[in-house]
């Protein structure tokens, strides 16, 4: 399976039927700790993966915002996930994937685990706004996903047998949530949360 098929298969098995995906949630059953940090200072790193006396870490740098914070968490666990977490650390001889190669991979996972292509295609959401409404994604990392679904959309590529699945996991999100119907029920959201 590819990093977006394995996606795809963590939103059927844990039974994921609406968005936004709470990955935080999804990290606690897959028995992952999440640390939060503020002193990383690392510029180029927003979160680590890690995995210490076998046990398995994210931690994420909490000065980014918490749209951004949510997505590093998705991609940190698509780096624990895909065996990404050691693998490169290894001196055994075999050949290690190298980071040009395992950014993409974790990036591919986190955009299909917080932004399922065909739950967004099946409510007609097809730009970074809506994305970001509904799955609570930055435009910098929902943008190609966004151009993706649009893609999808213009060339009628079906859905997969996976995705099949999927849409019919999310069948009650999907009928409550098509792309008119967003802007009306995020604003109650938000009257919610405020
Ligand atoms: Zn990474």
Redesign the pocket.
Known sequence: MNPKEIAQHVLLEHGISELPVRVANLCDEFGITIKVANSLRMKE?M?L?MVVDKKPYIIIETSYCIESQKFTAA??L??LLLG?VGSWKDASGIQRPS?TC??PD??AFAEELTMPECVLMSCGITTVRQIKKLCRILPEDSKRTAERVRQRLKSGDPFTPTEQWIVRQFADYIQQHTAKSVYRKERAVCATNS
Do not use: L, M, R
């Open positions: 790193y979160g993966a991609h940190e698509g780096h990404h980071e395992i950014e974790a990036n």
